[in-house]
């Protein structure tokens, strides 16, 4: 039987070609070539690292640091943004006064503020996260306030038709109608939170995977730092496959509890 | 008991208001229908909005006893999309206002009585119009109310299905000595439903003419009312007074 009777199976062949195809072109180009080598490391060279700093521990290690620090600034950064985006829906004053507010920090180039945040609370794990933290919370903010000012009146007229109460209104109508713009909101923060984790590292850290680049990229190793890359994409990837399995679990929650 | 008393409502600015209800009376008693028809758009929803609380007449007032529950169910059916149908139909269940009922047995046997069993856990996207109607109606009846407004419950059941409906929304109504406002644009199911019919005018809307119908207990079914002699004599007058011609 050929591929063509497994549709699922002939997509992922055919989402795996194109990576094949470059990690051999990248490796027959260098192969041989020192120079060429030394500027763009090599495949093989790559999996060599990944498989001694699996084996030594330090791989986990970086790895497991970035990842709690992100996850963690993440997590801050969503419920704040989102519960204080949400919240202004109860007073249309609230709501006008904080809109230039959201806006300007909406497009604030938080990592601009990075090195003041370490300076502020210490090289260690709690700096990594405030800016994490930081660097998440005005769009899950922005979001989560876009999509409590977009409810449809309609539905709030109903719910005044039935007797609910402005809680009542905020947790069955708004909270749920928003949560599209919530979870676009986590979605797009899962490479935020990283990268203010990896920023965070790279100005001062003495483990993570920022460090691990930092570090390498002072030694010109340059296999080391697409290592490095790799990794964090992994990690990119796997919050990003958590955000998408969350959000039928979430949507169900508020449904049934809320 | 639902009571109007000359309930006049106007929009827009104070030197160029529209007119919209024109010193409206009319009376609902407990275990009562009363329709109101009159050309599209002559202000008959905002004069539900206004009987439920949702607008405040411009003058004149609204009397509901004491006590009462009011039941609104609007024209557009407005079921939450990420609700399936049944939860959409507990909405209102779920509000401190109705959570001592405990209604989960009714909500299935109105689900079975309305032809929508085996569609419980569907979302409102995947269903027809008709469905989401049925939904709302049920939403609304489910919460106990006695007095009942209705803006064109009907309009998109298929026929078969509506008697069903409209059958058990007569029994709601002698169940709980319920006063119902219906709001309808189809003159049959006014007069098969109704123990009084209030004809408005143009906007700004006023009273017309009041047709009372008078039906027998035994007469009292959406089937036996629309084969009573009575019913195509009722539809004459009725579909006069819609014309403008004043009846008395």
Redesign the interface.
């Known amino acids: 039987m050929s591929l063509r009777h497994f549709p699922n199976l002939r997509i992922l062949a055919l989402q795996i070609a194109p990576l094949v195809a470059f990690v051999l072109f990248w490796e027959l180009s260098v192969h041989g070539n020192p120079s060429l080598k030394f500027f763009f490391g090599s495949p093989i060279d790559i999996l060599r690292d990944l498989g001694r700093r699996f084996a030594d521990g330090s791989l986990v290690r970086d790895t497991a640091v970035t990842f709690s620090e992100a996850i963690l600034g993440f997590a801050l950064g969503n419920l704040l943004g989102t519960l204080s985006g949400l919240a202004l829906w109860f007073s249309r004053t609230a709501m006008r006064i904080a809109r230039p507010y959201v806006i300007f920090l909406g497009a604030a180039p938080i990592f601009a503020f990075a090195p003041l945040l370490v300076i502020w609370f210490g090289t260690g794990l709690f700096s990594k996260v405030m800016i994490s933290t930081l660097s998440t919370l005005f769009i899950a903010l922005t979001q989560a306030y876009s999509g409590a000012s977009e409810v449809s009146e309609e539905h709030i007229r109903l719910m005044k038709t039935l007797g609910a109460n402005q809680t009542e209104t905020f947790r069955k109508v708004v909270v749920p109608s928003s949560l599209v713009w919530v979870i676009s909101a986590f979605k797009l923060n899962i490479g935020f939170a990283l990268l203010g984790a990896f920023i965070g590292e790279f100005i001062s850290s003495n483990q993570g995977l920022g460090h691990l680049i930092l570090v390498a990229t002072g030694l010109f190793d340059i296999s080391l730092v697409l290592s490095g890359v790799f990794l964090l994409c992994a990690l990119a990837f796997v919050l990003n496959f958590l955000v998408a399995r969350s959000e039928p679990i979430l949507r169900q929650l508020v449904v049934r509890y809320l | 008991m639902i009571r109007l008393n000359n309930v006049s409502i106007a929009f827009g600015s104070t030197s160029a208001p529209l007119a919209v209800l024109d010193r409206i009376s009319l009376t609902c008693k407990p275990s009562q229908v009363v329709s109101v028809v009159g050309p599209s758009g002559c202000g008959k929803s905002t004069m539900l909005n206004i009987v ?1 609380g ?1 607008l405040r007449p411009t003058s004149g007032t609204i009397d509901i006893a004491e006590g009462a529950r ?1 039941g ?1 169910m ?1 024209q ?1 059916t ?1 079921l ?1 999309g ?2 399936t149908l049944i ?1 959409n139909a507990r ?2 269940l ?5 959570k001592h009922l405990h209604r989960q047995d009714e909500l299935l046997s109105f689900f079975h009585r309305f032809d929508l069993s085996g569609f419980e856990a569907a979302l409102p996207a995947a269903t027809s119009g008709g469905m989401k109607q049925r939904v709302a109606l049920i ?1 609304t009846l489910i ?1 106990d109310p006695n007095c009942l407004l209705l803006d064109e419950p009907f309009s998109s059941l298929d026929f078969e299905v509506k008697l069903t409906v409209q059958r058990a929304l007569l029994d709601v109504v002698k169940a709980r000595s319920a006063s119902v406002i219906l709001v309808t644009h189809d003159l049959d199911d006014a007069i098969a439903l109704s123990d009084e019919i209030v004809v408005l005018t143009q906007r700004p809307a006023t009273k017309r003419a009041t047709i009372v119908t008078e039906w027998g207990l035994e007469e009292r079914d959406p089937v036996r009312a629309r084969s009573s002699p009575r019913f195509s004599e009722l539809f004459a007058k009725l579909s006069e007074a819609m014309a403008g011609e004043h009846v008395a």
């Open positions: 439920a949702l009011v609104y609007m557009e407005l939450l990420w609700r939860e909405l209102g779920e509000l401190k206002v109705a939403r919460t």
